[in-house]
């Protein structure tokens, strides 16, 4: 008995650190929604991503919960913003994207001044 469950230990551990290995670097995901004025969900929406240098820029389109989600990211650091035409949400800046881990955002989108 105690050498089947050193066994099974020792396979969990294993395949614990396959999976480790299968992810160099470490890659993480920001989701989030973006919200009206009204506090109610808005889809269509672009969002905006890119790290806080100004690079590695990506668009994503909210679904209909307005929702949205960047994935396989590098950990560091990102800014993110959503913008429809006539309404826009303020930068959030300094969002960590931590290996294994989504980041939550939410946006309230306002007119543009």
């Known amino acids: 008995m105690r050498f089947s469950l050193l066994v099974v230990g020792l396979l969990f551990a294993a395949a614990a650190s396959v999976s480790a290995a299968a992810?160099?670097?470490?890659m993480g995901t920001i989701g989030g929604q973006v919200l009206n004025a009204?506090?109610?969900p808005?889809?269509?929406v672009h969002v905006?991503?890119?790290t806080t240098d100004g690079g590695h820029l990506q668009i994503a389109d909210t679904n209909d919960q307005g929702r949205f989600w960047f994935a396989q990211l590098p950990e560091?650091?990102?800014s993110v913003r959503a913008s429809?035409?006539?309404?826009v949400s303020e930068w959030r800046e300094g969002v960590w994207v931590e290996p294994g881990k989504q980041t939550n955002v939410v946006l309230?989108?306002?007119?543009?001044k």
């Open 23 to 26: 992810r160099p670097g470490g």
């Open 108 to 112: 309230h989108l306002h007119p543009k």
């Open 48 to 50: 905006t991503l890119q």
């Open 76 to 78: 560091g650091q990102y």
């Open 42 to 44: 808005v889809s269509g």
């Open 38 to 40: 009204g506090g109610k």
């Open 84 to 87: 429809d035409g006539s309404r």
